[in-house]
Every structure is written in C-alpha cells, then in structure tokens.
C-alpha cells in the first residue's frame, strides 16, 4: 500500500482517514470493513473519520453511535461543507450526546467562484475568487450553532486571517480547535503565477498577509495542528488546465522537513511548538489517550530523525502511486531514520 510507504517514510505512526474515498464511509458496515481491511494491510495504525451524512451530500446525517462503536474517531462532509443549517444542527446535537467530534471543511460553495483569491493577483491571473467570505461565514456559522449545543468542533484546512480572528475569540470556548497545513504556512498565492497544477489546492494559496497571520495564529495556539490534508491525483488528471484540474497535493513525505526547514529553521516557530502541533495536540484532539506522548504506559509509537540533515526532496522519493506535489527539487531538513509503531521498526531509512 503505496499510503502506508509514503506514511513511514514521513514519520507517521497515526493516521485519520478521511472519508472522501472511492466507498464513502457512511455505514457502520463500511467502517467495520475499513478498519478490518487495514488491520490486515497497513503496518501503522490508520483509523477511520466516518462521513457526517449520507453520501457526503449534506442531506441525511448517518448512524454516529453505530459507527463509532465500529471505530471511527471522528465525523467529516470532508471537502463538503454542510450549508443546510438545519442537517449541521442536527449532526452537532447527535455528535453532543456521544461526545463525538465534528470536523468541518468550511467553505460556502455559493462563494466559490474559481481558484484564485479576491485580490489584485487573482484578477490580473485571470482566475476568479474562492472568496475570503466563503471559509469565515461559513467558520462562523459552525461555530454558533457548536457553542449554542457545546459540540465539539473542529474546523479543518483555515487558510484566511478573517477566519482565525473569528476562531481566536470563539476559543474561550474549550470545544473549538482547528488546523491548517504546511502549504498555506510556506506558500502564498504568488506561486499560482505558472499556472501550476500541483499548486492548485482547496482552499487556495493564501494572500502573503495571510500567510504571516497563520504562522501567527500557530505561536499563539489559535491552531491547534499542522495536517498534511493529503489529496492523491493521477498524473492525466493534473495535466487538465489549471481551472480544470482537480484540487490537491499529496504531503504525508514533505510534511515534517517542510516545516522544520521553512518555520522552525527560519525562526518563525520552536521545534516544541512543531511537535505539539503534529502529535500532542491532534491525539488530545481525536482523545487518543495512549497517543502523542513519550510516558511509561503509553503506545511505544517513535520516530527518530536527524535534525541535522539537509536534502533534496526528489520525485524518486516519493512512495505514493501519485506524484501531485509542488515540492520535488525543494530542500528539506529533518530526515526521518527510523518510524517506529507499537514498538515495531516500520521503516528504517
């Protein structure tokens, strides 16, 4: 399984599996078959997050107690936002009464017009907006409805200032967390300039403004954790035009040397703050207890790497059967050695 490789490589131990897959996880039948299936396939653990409702299409909420009792760890429309009120109100007080977890991919499609941004870049590129609006709205309006039935909540993939400054004020509030990913904390909408695919993701580049207010929001603790949002295309669909081609790079390789190179090295975050944000804080977050920590007791899931070494990322390193990444021919620093997982050497570099 080119996921599990590309995993091991990267340092992961844990993955949540979205469930934006070929077979929507929607039934409790289907997550007893994922989770069934990579306990006979993968060598590190790979839990599932169930679909929020029936098809991803934000109409019918699913059977959470069920499902969860099958083992998924969270809840997600991944991708989809639930604009019906009403279905997320109904998903958030169900999800309440089971201390389930929501997490929400907030963009209001109705405001979703290309892939560009709404600033001066994007126009003179000729791309329409993904407007600002469409991910604070919507940030805000899952944000009420979880204080108003204190659900837990989640909101995933934040790429806009706007959207942080409304999360920072809701997070007196204990139930309320969020992440962004390595590409809107090192790349900023400038990049879109070639019309390169591979930069093409969901949402967009961030302005350069809003860049700085994420890795603001990271020191501060505004986010909670760095995800990879990790979104395998094939090489024909990636050669489309840039307005045609799919949304997404894949990132569980690049992750880690990224973010030290990029934030740690250049002084923008301590390489405590990193750790935080890729282990303790997402096992606290999915209430992964034996998880995220090195105690007596826990899980022995390690990962040794030599901070010290510098090196090219290049595309026959990469594992996965997809190869949508704009980081090939970038340096990295931060190589992983050994991934170790309950106890087991998994990869040894």
């Known amino acids: 399984m080119s996921f599990t490789l590309s995993a091991q490589w990267g340092g992961f131990t844990t993955i949540l599996s979205m469930p934006n897959t070929e077979v929507c996880l929607d039934t409790p039948e289907k997550i007893s078959s994922f989770v069934n299936a990579v306990k006979s396939d993968s060598t590190i653990n790979i839990y599932p997050c169930g679909a929020l409702t029936q098809g991803r299409k934000g109409q ?28 997320m109100m109904l998903a958030l007080n169900y999800l309440s009464s089971l201390g389930g977890l929501c997490i929400s991919h907030c963009e209001d499609a109705k405001l979703t017009w290309g892939p560009g941004r709404d600033d001066l870049l994007s126009f003179k590129l000729g791309l329409l907006p993904f407007f600002e609006l469409s991910e604070s ?14 659900a837990r909540l989640h909101l995933t993939h934040i790429s806009t200032g ?80 840039f307005l045609d081609a799919p949304s997404g790079m894949i990132g569980l390789q690049t992750l880690f040397g990224l973010c030290f190179k990029y934030l740690v090295e250049e002084g923008l975050i301590d390489i405590f703050t990193l750790i935080e944000k890729i282990t303790i804080n997402p096992a606290r977050i999915l209430k992964m207890d034996s ?30 059967s997809s190869k949508n990444t704009p980081f090939v021919g970038w340096r990295l620093k931060g190589k992983v050695k050994y991934t170790i997982c309950g106890g087991d050497v998994v990869y040894k570099e």
Request: glycine content about 4%; charged content about 30%.
């Open 60 to 87: 019918k909420i699913c059977e959470y107690a069920l499902m969860m009792k099958e083992g998924a760890l969270a809840f997600s429309d991944d991708g989809n936002w639930i604009e019906d009120s009403s279905v």
């Open 291 to 320: 998880k995220g920590v090195i105690e007596e007791g826990k899980d022995a899931d390690l990962v040794l790497v030599d901070l010290n070494e510098e090196f090219i990322f290049r595309e026959q390193d990469i594992l996965s």
């Open 137 to 150: 709205l919507s940030v805000s309006r899952d944000i009420h409805i979880a204080s108003f039935l204190k």
């Open 162 to 241: 706007s959207s942080l400054e409304i999360i920072k004020k809701a997070k007196v509030q204990k139930f309320i967390t969020c992440d962004t990913c390595p590409h809107y904390l090192i790349l900023d909408n400038s990049y879109l300039e070639d019309f390169d695919t591979n930069f093409k993701v969901n949402p967009p580049l961030p302005s350069e403004k809003d860049r700085k207010t994420l890795i603001k929001g990271l020191k501060e603790g505004v986010i909670d954790c760095i995800t990879t949002d990790h979104a395998p295309h094939t090489l024909e669909e990636k050669e489309s035009s």
